[in-house]
C-alpha cells in the first residue's frame, strides 16, 4: 500500500521555523520527484516547492523563496521541508505529494498525496 505522511507541522510565532516530514512507505522514494503544497481556508492549493528524485535544482514559489529549503534522505524515504521566517501567511494546511517524472508544480500532475499537516503562524 502506497502512502505518504507529512509531519511536523503545529503553532508557531511570526519569525518563528518549523521542518515538515514527508515519509513514504510501499514505495522506494528515490524513484520519485515530491511536491509540497499547501492549501488556506478558502483559498485553492497551491505549490510551494518541490524536489526531483536526484535532489538537484529544487524549485520554489516566489512567496517562499529564501525561506524554504527542500531536501530529501533517500536512505530514510523521507522529505523535508524547512521553514524559516514564518509569516501569518504562511498559514495552511501542508500538504506533500509524490510523482514519477521530474519536477512539477501542478496540483494534477502529482499522483500520489498525503494526508496533509496543519501550520498555524501567530501570535
Known amino acids: 500500500q502506497v502512502q505518504f505522511v507529512e509531519s511536523g507541522g503545529g503553532l508557531v510565532q511570526p519569525g518563528g521555523s518549523l521542518t515538515l516530514s514527508c515519509a513514504a512507505s510501499g514505495v522506494t522514494l528515490r524513484y520519485y520527484s515530491i511536491g509540497w503544497f499547501r492549501q488556506a481556508p478558502g483559498k485553492e492549493r497551491e505549490g510551494v516547492s518541490c524536489?526531483?528524485?536526484?535532489?538537484?535544482?529544487?524549485y520554489y514559489a516566489d512567496s517562499v523563496k529564501g525561506r524554504f529549503t527542500i531536501s530529501r534522505d533517500n536512505a530514510k524515504n523521507t522529505v523535508y521541508l524547512q521553514m524559516e521566517a514564518l509569516k501569518p501567511e504562511d498559514t495552511a494546511v501542508y500538504y506533500c505529494?509524490?510523482?514519477?517524472?521530474?519536477?512539477?508544480?501542478?496540483?494534477?500532475?502529482?499522483?500520489?498525496w498525503g494526508q496533509g499537516t496543519q501550520v498555524t503562524v501567530s501570535s
Open positions: 524536489i526531483s528524485s536526484s535532489g538537484s535544482s529544487p
Open positions: 505529494a509524490a510523482r514519477t517524472r521530474g519536477l512539477a508544480i501542478r496540483t494534477t500532475e502529482y499522483e500520489y
